[in-house]
């Protein structure tokens, strides 16, 4: 999964960006956060998690 399209979900759903890391951007819906590695394509097996985490799947 491309990289823009899974923030593209997580902002459509109420999650911003809080703060860039070492790696990895930092979202949060306010009470939770999650991060995403910085790389253009996600592999899908952790785009799903993360989706799954996040309460979008």
């Known amino acids: 999964m491309k990289r ?3 923030i593209k979900k997580l902002t459509q759903n109420g999650w ?3 703060r860039h890391g070492a ?4 979202y949060t819906n306010g009470n939770k ?3 995403i590695p910085r790389h253009n394509e996600i ?3 952790t785009a799903n ?3 799954r985490k ?3 799947k």
């Open 16 to 18: 911003w960006l809080d």
């Open 4 to 6: 823009r399209d899974l």
């Open 23 to 26: 790696d990895h951007d930092i």
């Open 43 to 45: 592999n899908e097996i």
């Open 33 to 35: 956060s999650q991060p």
């Open 54 to 56: 996040t309460g979008l």
């Open 49 to 51: 998690s993360i989706l």
